[in-house]
């Protein structure tokens, strides 16, 4: 029996290779946003025979395909973000976090009056710090 993310790779078009499938059993399934590195050093625990050129390789040919998309969302900082749909980002300034905000959380208006652009996508970052969550406190009732 085919794993699932044996069939994702294949209604992509990508032939699933161990390594692609232990690549794909990490990245499409985080909630982070990771670097190529920090790939390599999950997928390795588990895989640990996996190279550093096969994992840059497997996330290039990813993008490709459409299964996860590359971002810089800081300078110098290329990263992997399995959530293909439209969404926008909140980079947490103490920790550098990056959150996932939904599409619908913010409007953009206009973008397609821009006078000179043909804009085929867009997103917003937003930057900060991320509030504490409140302690839900018991009623003494």
């Given amino acids: 029996m085919l794993s699932d993310d044996t069939t994702t790779l294949e209604t992509h078009g990508v032939k699933p290779s161990a390594q692609r499938v232990a690549i794909a059993g990490y990245v499409l399934h985080t909630k982070d946003h990771p670097s190529a590195d920090e790939v390599w050093e999950k997928v390795k625990r588990a895989f640990p025979m996996v190279s550093r050129a096969t994992v840059y390789n ?23 973000d399995p959530n293909v749909d439209k969404h ?6 103490d920790s550098g976090k990056i959150y996932d905000l939904p599409w619908d959380t913010l409007k953009v208006s206009r973008v397609e009056q821009l006078e000179g652009f043909d804009v085929r996508d867009y997103q917003v970052l937003v930057r900060g710090k991320k509030r504490k969550e409140k302690r839900q406190t018991k009623s003494k009732y």
């Fill in 58 to 80: 497997t996330l290039n040919l990813f993008v490709e395909k459409g299964l996860i998309r590359h971002l810089v969302l800081t300078e110098g900082r290329l990263v992997f």
């Fill in 88 to 93: 926008h980002h909140f980079i947490d300034e």
